[in-house]
């Protein structure tokens, strides 16, 4: 299978990978599949990146042609600016990332970045342009601080230990035996998702791209932990186009814009004030979620009593 279609240069990588043992092997496969999906095109130049404005403009994409998953959609992030999507689970939104991060090219339309449509860049320089915070960050089978200076492999030990602060995480990393030195992943200490989740802001910290994806856990964290990990998220998306995947609605409530994706279009969009003051699709997910919350909060304090 490896000898098939790897490019050159995924042979370094290939090479780091096997050192990290079978599950991420498996892992690789994976993205070995994806990136199969799209090749650069003959005359792809670097992606040459001012601000880091991205559009998306009539969009459309399906991933099985009976079933169209994106049907024309337009809107922008303005440099420096952050977007959310929300919207029904299935909607389309987590496409929506991969799309940008081009493991897919779009059927029709175009994604550009600075007026540049993304098919016509090298993958290598779009990929080196945006930090993903992905849903779940898998974790190589080595330290916290290689899994951070992963972001950024020149990064000195104090920046390393910067950025997990800046995330954090750095507390927690510090009241561990080994601290930094700690192996984490398969056969190391296993890590919560909250706590993944922060080392991968850490790592995206230290490699300080134009742009930022952030792909919002879907499970349940405890109120305390979303307050630190959306405290970090601010942090690193300040001053960076940032567009956000929220599977909650509660990280979302200080974007510039919201996108509320509906069958494949935009339902609605605009500020959270304007979007609850249409009182559509938006307000009635965002009081559905407060209740739920609001019965969680409830039920912990009974259990924390018992
Ligand atoms: P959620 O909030 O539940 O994560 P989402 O809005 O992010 O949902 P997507 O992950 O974008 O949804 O998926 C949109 C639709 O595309 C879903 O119906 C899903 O089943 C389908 N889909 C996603 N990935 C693939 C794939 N690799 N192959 C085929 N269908 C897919």
């Known amino acids: 299978l490896l000898q098939l279609s790897v490019p050159l ?22 993205l070995l599949e994806v990136e199969a999906e799209v090749v650069d095109h003959p005359d792809a130049r670097p992606l040459d990146i001012h601000q880091g404005a991205i559009a998306f403009r009539d969009v459309h994409f399906s991933y099985d042609p009976e079933r169209p998953i994106l049907k024309g959609i337009s809107f922008d992030v303005p ?30 339309g ?72 700690t192996m984490v992943g398969e056969r190391g200490l296993k890590l919560s998702g909250g706590e993944k989740q922060r080392v991968a802001i850490a790592r995206t910290i230290l490699k300080a791209p134009p742009i930022l994806i952030l792909d919002e856990a879907t499970s349940a964290l405890d109120t305390t932990t979303e307050h630190e990990i959306q405290a970090a998220l601010d942090v690193v998306s300040k001053n960076r186009t940032t567009l956000v995947i929220a599977h ?3 990280t979302v409530i200080n974007a510039d814009e919201i996108i509320v994706l509906r069958d494949g279009g935009i339902a609605e969009r605009g500020t959270h004030a304007d979007l609850l003051a249409q009182d559509g699709l938006y307000a009635s997910m965002w009081n559905r979620q407060r209740e739920a919350t609001q019965a969680e909060e409830h039920l912990r304090k009974v259990r924390e009593s018992d």
């Open 110 to 181: 175009a994604i550009t970045i600075d007026g540049q449509d993304i098919r016509e860049v090298t993958q290598k320089s779009l990929r080196a342009a945006i930090g993903m915070v992905p849903q779940d960050t898998v974790l190589f089978n080595d330290t916290i601080a290689y899994n951070i200076r992963y972001g950024r492999p020149s990064a000195t030990e104090e920046e390393v230990h910067a950025a997990a602060e800046v995330a954090q995480i750095g507390s927690f990393i510090e009241s561990l035996p080994h601290g930094y030195e």
């Open 248 to 250: 909650r609605l509660s």
């Open 79 to 108: 440099a420096g600016k952050t977007v959310a999507i929300v919207g029904p689970s299935g909607a389309g939104k987590s496409t929506i990332s991969r799309l940008l991060y081009r493991f897919y090219d779009v059927q029709k």
């Open 9 to 30: 240069n995924f042979i370094g990588f290939v090479y780091r990978e096997i050192r990290q043992g079978l599950t991420d092997i498996e892992q690789m496969f994976d």
